[in-house]
């Protein structure tokens, strides 16, 4: 009955999306409001609706109904309630499912505000926003449909929605299980915010669509879709850093980022979205630009849904990715039929979008800005051609051509010095005109107090001058925007109207988003410490040593002291080592690696002991062991300098984007420009 009634919401979701579409564009054409209406309210009725489809599977999952195939493949008896209801995005129909169900969340909230003044771009938003629902929930009903479950008939089992001829229904006693590389709170958490991140950017497109079709050359759709478009970033950076923590805690490499295909695959719409917010906030400051504001969120939408169609058709192979599946060509088709429409519609609409404003000043906000979306272009560029040369070489050569980690690295390590650089000049420029004298007065003073980067890293033996120059211009990215803070607080104080406190507080409250970038580029620069560090200064070890043994690793010593075995109640069965971690002859730490095997899906999963500060990560993997023979063990142990600043800069990073959201109630809406 709950997989009937599932199918069935998703069926009459589709319908309804349908509807939605034809009613909205009917009513448009037509200039009749009641079948914009309609279609409206059809809008706000599909979240609910794939609600109820949601919550059927949950259930499913939860009574342990392994005759439907979705449940056998991602669940078992051993798994805990709480892995139960994550397992809905830990295959690949239950993810497509909870992917329409959060587009579905976003495009029945966007219904909710008033349209008074926005009745013109109101029925393209539901024709662009519910087509890309009806698409998913399509590949839902008829590809990969949650709610199948397992018949044997005369020539064997096979997977039906319905009793095929002769079928007879199986019950399985239990299921597979999630991967257990999934079963970390992590993954958890990853996809949601992933999926979130994807599906949110798909609103800031429809509203750009619309203006392109009605018309519009004014900045109101960026002030609709603005707070959307910061919501999809958030999630979308909280996706990657919290994959980036999964693979350090679970994958065993003692890494968080390898340029694996999928990680790139989501890295690339983040590259196109944050290149588009800097150039929306030209456009609201200076009115320029509209034509590659365009270009960037038609480029950031369609990589969203390219991404999605590399990790779903089986296209590449990563342990982020899953099976095999046959919606590759609709899915492909579905991106083209996007790409061209928006292109066209843009081609047709470009003399709209142009600007009377010019660059007057290399030095200038809006150059420095310019500059550093081109650099975000670079590493988006060379990523996408990272991901897509191997296959158009298997294609043409018939070779399978590996591009790893050295390839990306030798574009991205450049762009990043190259930005912070900005990061350094761009918090004092103005708008319009700044000369390199003007900024010479003001950098003078950050830049010297800069040289503690210089300076600390060489009197600590760093000779490496990538490195020095990296911490070089994190301390100078720091510098410039303490003393540009300072700066506007003694500004404030010297007119004699605020204590020191108020005048902070004033200069915080009149500076909002300004002072919001300012705490997401600090963010960027603590998580270019992580990075710095781990790149850099990374060491490890191997070796195999008996119980009691030690092995060494720059200033540490790890002794290994036993190692238990035994069987959990959820179904593991976990080989766990003792090691003590010392240093300058004390012990300062005990660690526990292991390695767990899952009965039910016949799979291992390590999770290594790792020792964490502000200065290093000392981190210890336990890669084989012997039980009864004197060999003892073998470990693998890394040394990972800085690697917390990483962590540590993505919650500054969220605080810093909250912020920029937050309400300004002296803000006023942005003037109309004429058409």
């Known amino acids: 009955m709950a997989a009937d009634i599932g199918f069935g919401s998703l069926l009459i979701t589709l319908v309804v999306s349908i509807y939605g579409i034809g009613a909205a564009f009917y009513g448009e054409q037509k200039k009749q409001k009641a079948w914009v209406l309609s279609a409206k309210r059809a809008m706000t009725l599909v979240f609910p609706l794939l609600t109820i489809s949601v919550g059927s599977l949950v259930y499913l999952l939860l009574t342990n109904r392994f005759e439907f195939e979705y449940v056998a493949k991602v669940s078992s008896l051993s798994m805990p309630d709480y892995l139960k209801i994550t397992a809905l995005w830990g295959g690949q129909a239950g993810s497509l499912l909870f992917w329409s169900w959060l587009l579905a969340g976003f495009t029945s909230a966007v219904t909710l505000r008033k349209w008074d003044r926005d009745q013109d771009l109101l029925p393209w938003v539901i024709v662009i926003s519910l087509a890309t629902l009806a698409f998913f929930v399509l590949l839902n009903t008829f590809f990969e449909n949650p709610f199948v479950s397992y018949w044997q008939t005369s020539e064997g089992i096979t997977t039906a929605f319905s009793r095929p001829p002769g079928g007879i229904q199986l019950f399985p006693r239990d299921g597979s299980g999630l991967n257990p590389l999934l079963r970390h709170p992590g993954m958890i958490i990853h996809p949601p915010m992933q999926y979130l991140g994807f599906v949110a950017f798909i609103i800031p497109y ?34 990657l850093v919290l994959g980036a923590r999964w693979a350090y805690d679970v994958l065993g490499w003692g890494g968080y980022w390898g340029w694996d295909p999928v990680e790139i695959s989501a890295l690339m719409p983040w590259l196109a979205g944050t290149a588009f917010l800097h150039t929306v906030l030209i456009q609201e400051k200076r009115g320029m630009f509209k034509q590659l504001t365009m270009v960037l969120i038609i480029l950031t939408y369609n990589l969203v849904i390219f991404g999605t169609f590399l990790t779903r058709s089986g296209l590449l192979s990563s342990v982020h990715a899953f099976s095999k ?171 004699g109207q605020d204590s020191l406190w108020g005048s902070i507080v004033h200069v915080l409250k009149r500076n909002q988003r300004a002072f ?87 799979q291992p999963a390590t999770i290594p002991g790792v020792r964490s500060t502000l200065v290093d990560d000392f981190y210890v993997i336990l890669v084989d062991w012997k039980v009864v023979s004197s060999e003892g063990a073998t470990f693998k142990v890394y040394h990972n300098p800085l690697v917390k600043w990483l962590w540590i800069g993505a919650w500054v990073f969220i605080i810093g984007v909250v912020a920029t959201t937050w309400p300004d109630k002296k803000s006023k809406p942005l003037p109309v420009r004429a058409r």
């Open 206 to 239: 429809a509203f750009a669509m619309a203006s392109l079709i009605t018309r519009r050359a004014d900045d109101r759709w960026i002030q609709l879709s603005r707070r959307w478009t910061l919501w999809a970033w958030l999630f979308l950076s909280l996706g």
């Open 516 to 602: 919001s970038a300012m705490i997401i580029h600090i963010a960027v620069v603590m998580m270019a410490m992580g990075i710095i560090g781990i790149e850099f200064f990374q060491i490890e070890t191997q070796g195999t040593i008996p119980v009691g043994g030690e092995l060494s690793l720059g200033s540490y010593t790890m002794v290994y002291e036993k190692l238990d075995i035994f069987d959990t109640t959820d179904g593991r069965n976990v080989a766990r080592a003792i090691v003590s971690v010392n240093k300058d002859g004390q012990t300062i730490d005990t660690l526990y690696p292991r390695r767990d095997f899952y009965y039910d899906s016949n």
């Open 325 to 495: 599946s046959s919606i590759g060509p609709i899915f492909l088709g579905f991106i083209a039929l996007n790409l061209i429409g928006s292109l066209w519609l843009l081609n047709k609409r470009w003399s709209y979008l142009k600007s009377r404003q010019v660059l007057t000043s290399f030095f200038s906000k809006e150059s420095l800005i310019i500059i550093s979306v081109v650099l975000l272009l670079g590493i988006l560029v060379t990523s996408f051609w990272g991901v897509m040369f191997p296959k158009i070489s298997e294609l043409v050569t018939g070779q399978k051509v590996t591009v790893g980690p050295p390839f990306y690295e030798r574009v991205a390590g450049p762009i990043l010095g190259g930005m912070l650089m900005i990061m350094v000049i761009c918090p004092l420029a103005v708008w319009s005109y700044a000369s390199f004298k003007h900024l010479g007065r003001l950098l003078w003073k950050p830049f010297i107090v800069s040289l503690i980067g210089i300076a600390l890293p060489l009197y600590g033996g760093l000779t490496r001058w990538p490195a020095v120059v990296a911490f070089w211009l994190v301390a100078f990215v720091l510098a410039v925007n303490a003393f540009e803070f300072f700066r506007r607080t003694r500004v404030r104080r010297k007119k």
